[in-house]
């Protein structure tokens, strides 16, 4: 064999290209290069594919460095292999300049840069460049028309779709097993599984691509029992096996209705085929496990996967923010940051979602900082969550600014806002961006009008309430689901109507969950009707026998009827449960540093002179030290004496507040527990008094008192 033939060398790149060895194919071409045989332009297109394959793009820069000093940088099938090289590598920019410098350009050119846009998520791009190439009077052929279809896919542009299947048919291509195919997967994508399905039937022999399409479609539109059936149908009628995309595409129906049974049975069958590891496959096990609640499993499983990739630490850091679990997601975090990876917008997303439910600012502000140094606060996608996350620790303005400054809001923006207003107590806010949400063109989504239910739940606006949830279904054509059910008890429980109330749970068409009776629950707590409290609290402990909320309000309803048997009945059931009450406490950030404070607390440095200023504002709002007896037993009037309200957490917080930081600056505090009605009543005159702004954002809603007002209008 003569080892100075070209023929050789490019025979066994090839081979080796061809079998995903693509390191070997370019240390082989290196070894070429070093022993004298010259490259001919029958070795490039194999060595760019190995760069490509390798996400090498270090050595992809070397051999395009190559070809001009051979003088092919201008060969038609060499630039279209740099063209997909590039775009696997991520660099479309780079593709794009090879396809505009290209003297001669032909279908498989066109081709290549547009599936090199879809290859990026640029399905407009990609859309473009075909548009482009028709202009031109290139025709399209069978991968034309496949990229067109993604790029659809990709946009859920149903229109555009629709047009590329009208050509699809004009060019005889309808009966191409996948062009059908993905046809069917753009119908589902675009939400019309009526169109995917009488494209899936027409097709007389359905080999495993096109059942997992039509598996896929089913899951990907909220029906699960139908994604299910079709996988026993695809068994019973073709006898065909699940595989990796199978399994993948079933996955999300399991989550949908908590079947981690099936989830399971679907772990174990992929380890008895052996289609584990998969990093695809074990990121969708992942998030199942997280979405049904199991998170040790799910930390279990990712601890012994051989392969984390970036998509594995978000699917694990998701799993612990969707189960509450957020001290444990910021810990995986700071693993991801141990590991050199490098955090990509659905990380940030997860994790400001993260710190929002832990209302902490400081960290978020990081977060904040970190995302505009990666320039990602254009994207749509990340300003959601710092809208989220900025309203959740209490900075409104903010929200508001990044809301303001996003050149491109989808309906999750609007949703954000709206419950920021809304948990801020600025209801009618909250419905004037509605109003200029529908002026904008955008539809509502069932989020939408969790938010505006809130809002008016939290206002007292009962009229508007009742608007908004009839104009779901009548307007929309959204059911309303169990969220927007317990915002209008909310709403009718708070505004007084308990009979109403009642009457709406037992007319649900919704099986009440501990969340609807706790609605009521509280509502009877509101208006000291102590029968419906008891009915509701039954209720709740009937589905959640740990909810020590439950026991403590009830508690709390026997005292101020003055019915002590059931306090100590009360007491001794928490005390025989382990269970025990949420110890009120506030918390303030003070330049990056959190405060926390106790009720009647002396642990700070800054005590005296906290203490000082409290006397002091105390004296200035004419506050007495009345202490109402009237749910107190004799034994307990000691105790509470030396527990005034004066001296709560709260109290305490804000002054620590109004020394710290600058004059005139709002002053923002975090309380664990509902604020009381004597702390209320005492921030109010302290803003006025003090001239400052005060926040404090308590269990429920954030309350910003300003010149002796409550955003709440008192009203919480």
Known sequence: MDKSDPFVWNDIIRGLTNNGLFQEAIDFYLRMHFEGVRADNFTYPFVIKACGGGLTLIEGHKVHSRLFKVGLDSDIYICNSLIVMYAK????????????????????SWNSLVSAYVSVGDGWSSLMCIQKMQAFGIGHDRFTMLTAINACSLLFYLLKGKEIHCQVVRSNLEWDPMVRTS????????????????????????????????????????????????????????????????????????AEIGAILQAKSIHAFSMRKGLLPHPVLETALLSVYGKCGETKLAQCFFSQMRERTLISWNAIIAAYVQNGQHKEALEVFQSLWDKHHKPDAMTVAGILHAYAEMASLKEGKQIHGYVIKLDLCLNTFIANSLIYMYAKCGDLWTARDIFDGMPCKDVISWNAIIMAYAIHGFAEDSLKLFSKMLEEGLRPNASTFVSLLSACSMAGMVKEGWEYFNSMKRDYGIDPGIEHYGCMLDLLGRAGDLNVAKQFVEQMPLVPTARIWGSLLAASRHHQNLELAELAANQVLALEHDNTGCYVLLSNMYAKARRWEDVERMRSLMNEK??????????????????KFSDQDRSQMETNLIYDVLGIISMKIGEDLFIGVSKLKPRDLVRRASNSPKYHSVRLAICFGLISTSIGSPVLVRKNTRICEDCHSAVKKISEVCKREIVVGDSKIYHHFRDGQCSCGDYW
């Open 89 to 108: 590598l991520g660099h479309i920019d780079a593709a794009e300049k090879v396809f505009d410098e290209m003297l001669v350009r032909d279908l498989v």
């Open 183 to 254: 046809l069917i997967d753009m119908y589902g994508k675009c939400g019309k599984v009526d169109y995917a399905e009488r494209l899936f039937k027409v097709i007389l022999h359905k080999n495993i691509v096109v059942w997992n399409a039509m598996i896929g479609v089913y899951a990907l539109n909220g029906l699960p029992l139908e994604s299910f059936a079709c996988l026993r149908k695809m068994q019973e009628t073709n006898s065909l096996e699940p595989d990796k995309v199978t399994l993948i595409n079933l996955l999300p129906s399991c």
């Open 578 to 595: 382990g269970f025990a009450k949420t110890i009120g406490s506030t918390a303030m950030e003070v330049r990056g540093k959190t405060y």
